[in-house]
């Protein structure tokens, strides 16, 4: 009873964010929740049976985090988790009331978060997780991270909230000094890539420092090989060979760390097996490498948030693509956020659009690409890109900040969750 008349009006506001307009509104009765029930988040996340899993950092989150699970599910385990676009408080809370009832319980045995390195921080305060997984340190939002000591920093407060184990990514410098000042009574757990897979991504893998030496065979789960959407993983005591949702390292990196972390929390009751299907079986996060078919069109969306991954999924566009469309949003407040990368390798791009269209033509004009048009109305750039006839190479594809993305979404009317 004691959050049940916040619950009422938490739903109440949700009802009319809806009416108002379908499929937005997300985090809004989540915000008055936390205004009226300032304790409702906290209590919440501390009552789940088998306790908490966390998963934070720079970049791959959402798709770690909907492997992870995936394989804690396929194990049989009732998971509650949040969409990718629920990683802040208000948020997360929002996420909370889709599955709470009129006392505010939410069913389960198990909560799996991704949380904002910011917000997660301050969510943690007075809340224990089992298990925190640490996936990476970049380059990221500099308006609100304005150096990657400071997102170690929040990153580490996370981490200290873990009572039983800490899964960190042993290829990122920050996150392996992070890792030696864990306390001697929470068990550390490492995921990585072999050399050659390092070797074969001659930009590296985006993190702000690349730990000196490489995870080996035996000391924690290790990405041994990539091609395309394959990959290959060793768990010191058997090799998978695993599908990935999209093209790149970057997503076998995702795949070893949900490995990792699933292992870490079943223990006894992980099957390999169990875990290679469901790993193998999921689709693309929205955005993230996702193929769908949007009026009649097969249709790739490229999530770009900052210059890593910008980088490594601009790099991961199948070679030859003929049919690109470029939309960059208003969350990009200064695009030369993303100068120091090159998109050379798009070699053409259709339209390029968004609120900063011009800024971003500007930048993939100097790395040498071609453009047929720039349109900053987004809505009639998307009709006109699908109206087009199908590419004569590949299939086409969007690549778009995470303003343009939600904009996207509601445009083509995909509002459900991701």
Known sequence: MRYGPAILVGRLTRFAARLRKPGGGSAVPGLIVNKIAPGYLKRTLSGFPQGLVVVSGSSGKSTTTKMLVAILRAHGVEVFTNPSTANISQGLTSALLERADWRGHVPGDMAVLEMDEGHGARVMEGVDARVVTLMNVMVDQIDRFHDSEMVAGMLARIAGRAHEAVVVNADDAHLVRLAADVRSDVAVRRFGVSQAVLDSSPRGLGYTETAADRLQPGEGVLVEGVDGRTALINDG????????????????????????????????????????????????????????????????????????????????????????????????????????????SLGHVAIVTGSKAHEAALMLAYDGVEIDRVEPDLGRALDDFLAAPAPANGVKTIVFSADAMRRTRAHLGLTGAE
Request: without cysteine; aromatic residues 10%; charged residues 15%.
């Open 237 to 344: 005591r058997s090799f998978i060979t695993t599908s990935l949702p999209a093209r790149g390292a970057h997503y076998a990196v995702d795949a070893a760390a949900a490995y990792a972390t699933a292992k870490t929390v079943l223990g006894e009751r992980f099957s390999v097996q169990t875990a290679n299907q469901a790993l193998g079986a999921i689709p693309a996060v929205f955005g993230r490498g996702e193929r769908t078919t949007v009026r009649g069109q097969q249709v790739e969306f490229v999530l770009i948030q900052n210059p890593a991954s910008y980088q490594l999924n601009v790099d991961s566009i199948e070679p030859g693509t003929s049919d690109i469309l470029f939309a960059i949003g208003s969350d990009v407040r200064d695009p030369s956020y993303f100068w120091p990368t090159d998109a050379s």
